[in-house]
């Protein structure tokens, strides 16, 4: 579902420079800034860098092209 949202003019210029250098569309970039900032509100030990790596990480897994981490039980 599309939902139309008023944003400053100048979130929106942004969100065109950093999604053209990430491939995106300027929407895919303002949706991915809103993931890493409800991950960091959720999370808020960690930093910028580990969620970008696990949000990677996840992403190879769906696509098959990671090896998932398994924990040991250590007695």
Known sequence: ???????????????????????????????????IGKIAEENPELSYTVIHDILIGKNEIMQGQGIPFEFKNEK
């Open 1 to 35: 579902m599309n939902t139309s949202l008023n944003l400053s003019t100048s979130l929106i210029a942004e969100a065109k420079v950093h999604a053209r250098t990430d491939n995106r569309t300027m929407e895919e970039q303002i949706e991915h800034w809103a993931n």
